[in-house]
């Protein structure tokens, strides 16, 4: 307990500290930006900075990224309450009833509502992983090097049921990205493998190329081919902000239940923000019989976007403990961790102990400059959601290439980004999951030296991988998850449901 | 429908490549050579079951066809765990040529003949092929060319970045 406490002191004072905090504050204050903005969203906007916080100190670089994430699920409630388009995916169903309450006139009462939701929703999750972490370190401590296998391969085994499309594309996907980290040196012996006798590709494929390549470039190809206003029928901001903070006092509840939501699914690996926000609106409705949702029922706000901000500390819970990212926003901060030489997985409740409880904290004090954005600074934010996409392509496109090449000095990285965005294209045309797919880049290291590791350990034989309970439960997991959708209908026509 | 499209030369493509890795895998210790060579054979087997999916038995059929998802039924994109966002005033234009494929394109080129002459002299024009492209409006134009310039400028003057050497350059100006 006395670790835990000591490592909680050293997060305080890291985050407070000047050059620190106020990377903090900017990553709050350009993920709203960016969360504004149809078509961009959290990773889009962390992916392209990614490259250049290699020149930040790890701390500063890391709160940087998941502030941007947390400042983010804001952003894109204001761009869906008022002009009925959501900022991400996340804030999708807060158009449900955030739009029609603005057209009411009562525009600032929604963004009051979605910024004090975000915000003590968010707290709450972080307080929650913050008093779990000491059960979650036990937990964590219980995995050797076949049960971290095990879980990397579970955690692309329940990307591919998450994500769209068949099991088996989504599983090619994930293949297709462990298969290109074999590219370079090997983990355990000495062999340079698969480089075609090209120096550049000796150290591998830059996995940060593949992310930014699949992520941004894609995303920014995508988004050419649409043309014309994004703004959909702007709304005046009218309304008051004392109201909305009322209601929201006035729905403790409702935020504690939809916060649980978000943090359960939250830390379900490939499940992200969007399928809590539709859960937790969906319970709401339930819940609530006697009301009518859909034409400007605060509740309707309320749930979305307490889940949301829920689900940014609890998707950290996969990604720091086994390096499997909660969603495509904590896969590019699993990213940057590594290029920050900080390996997600036992440590990081251990010697780095600090470096977690600074994350959490500093999702603790971005909540809070949410709340005074929100509160005071929304109007101005509210211009942001006006800005033609035809600036934004050219400038993402352009970053991205560029910052490619200060990771590594090499020119190659700069290609790669672009051949990434180009295979992320035909991915998403063809229902191949692309979170698969960057998981498998992004744990493809890791799986394959686990999975050496435990074969020598065991002298050549795989009984490493059943020989504790842990494990077995691990490989009863991987099955069910890759079986399961198969056989359920075929179960449930034989019981007759 | 197509004998052959783009998602056949996909995975066409993850075949030769698993293959070439599969095969080359027998010139490492075996340490080197059993995951790359184990993912191989999955993605192997894995992409002739889709390849061929419109002969298999029915059974097998489903379980390569049938999506199976929890999501709600959204198009998948990258944005946060793969799903675009509804555009409210966004439509396609009608063109010969996509904007996407242009625009796919135009990145290769400034990607060629950056590295050969230079990003910095290579991005104004990259930035102003784009306005032309979509008609923009030469303020916006002017926006988005300083824009640009000003990443890789900046890129040089505070980071060193070579971006204002190309290959074929290099010898003229430094």
């Known amino acids: 307990m006395s670790a835990i406490v000591d490592a909680l002191l050293q997060a305080g004072e890291i985050i407070f500290k000047p050059d620190v905090f106020i990377w903090l504050v900017l990553g709050v204050l350009f993920g709203i930006s960016v969360g504004c903005i149809p078509g961009v969203g959290p990773v889009i906007g962390m992916s392209a900075v990614l490259p250049l916080t290699f020149f930040l100190e790890p701390i500063s670089a890391i709160l940087f990224l998941i502030n941007i994430y947390s400042g983010a699920m804001f952003g894109a409630a204001i761009a869906a309450i008022l002009i009925n ?149 702007a709304i005046e901001v009218s309304g008051t902000v004392a109201e909305g903070v009322k209601t929201v006092l006035s729905n403790k509840l409702l935020i504690l239940k939809s916060a649980l939501i978000g943090i359960g699914i939250g830390a379900i690996p490939g499940a992200g923000a969007t399928i809590s926000t539709f859960v937790s609106y969906s319970e709401a409705v339930r819940s609530n019989p006697d009301e009518t949702f859909g034409d400007g029922n605060s509740r309707g706000i309320v749930s979305t976007e307490a889940a949301n901000n829920a689900t940014v500390g609890s998707s950290l819970i996969p990604t720091l403990s086994f390096g499997i990212p909660g969603g495509g926003a904590a896969a590019v901060l699993l990213a940057a961790l590594i290029m920050h030489g900080i390996r997600p997985g036992p440590d990081m409740f251990d010697a780095n102990l600090f470096i977690t409880y600074s994350i959490f904290l500093s999702l603790l004090v971005g909540n809070i400059v949410i709340i005074v954005v929100g509160l005071t600074l929304v109007t101005k934010f509210s211009y942001i959601t006006q800005v033609d996409t035809n600036i934004i392509i050219p400038v993402v496109i352009v970053l991205s290439i560029l910052s490619m090449y200060l990771i590594r000095d090499n020119w190659f990285d700069m290609f790669t980004v672009v051949l990434f965005g180009f295979i992320g294209i035909v991915m998403l045309e063809h229902d191949y999951s692309v979170i698969a797919f960057v998981l498998g880049i992004i744990l493809g290291g890791i799986a394959e030296e686990n999975l050496i590791r435990s074969i020598q350990l065991s002298d050549g034989y795989v009984d490493a991988f059943y020989g504790t309970a842990l494990s077995i439960l691990l490989l009863i997991a991987i099955v069910l998850v890759l079986i399961g959708p198969i056989v359920a209908p075929w179960v449930q026509r034989k019981v007759g449901l | 429908m197509d004998l052959f499209d783009r998602e056949d030369a996909f995975l066409i493509a993850v075949i030769a490549l698993s293959s070439y890795m599969f095969v080359g895998g027998f010139d490492y210790a075996l340490e080197s050579a059993i995951f790359p060579q184990t993912v191989a054979v999955f993605l192997i087997i894995s992409s002739l079951l889709i390849l061929f999916k419109r002969f298999l038995p029915r059974p097998v059929h489903l379980f390569v066809a049938k999506p199976f998802s929890l999501r709600p039924d959204e198009e998948e994109s990258m944005s946060e765990g793969a799903e675009s966002e509804p555009n409210g005033g966004m439509h396609e234009q009608e063109r010969s040529v996509k904007n996407s494929t242009f625009v796919a394109a135009l990145m290769v080129a400034y990607l060629v003949v950056g590295y050969l002459i230079g990003f910095l002299y290579v991005t104004p024009l990259f930035a102003v092929a784009y306005g032309k492209w979509f008609d923009l409006s030469r303020q916006i134009v002017i926006m988005i060319t300083t824009l640009t310039t000003l990443i890789a400028l900046v890129f040089i003057l505070t980071l060193n970045a070579p971006f204002d050497i190309g290959v074929l350059t290099r010898g003229i100006f430094v």
């Open chain 1, 85 to 233: 388009t959501p900022g991400a995916p996340a804030a999708a169903a807060t158009t449900f009833d955030g739009y029609p309450m603005a057209k009411q006139g009562k525009a600032m009462d929604a963004l009051s509502i979605a910024a004090s939701s975000s915000a003590l929703a968010g707290f709450f999750s972080v307080v929650f992983l913050i008093a779990a972490s000491p059960l979650l370190i036990e937990f964590v401590l219980l995995f050797g090097s076949p049960e971290y296998f095990l879980i990397a391969i579970l955690g692309l085994s329940l990307i591919t049921i998450i994500a769209r499309g068949p099991i088996l594309k989504g599983l090619i996907a994930g293949g297709l990205g462990l298969l290109l980290t074999t590219i370079g040196f090997a983990p355990i012996k000495p062999d340079v493998r698969y480089t075609f006798d090209i120096l550049m590709l000796s150290d591998g494929v830059s996995f940060i190329a593949a992310l930014i390549g699949v992520f941004a470039i894609t995303e920014m190809i995508k988004l050419s081919n649409k043309q014309g206003g994004i703004a959909n029928d």
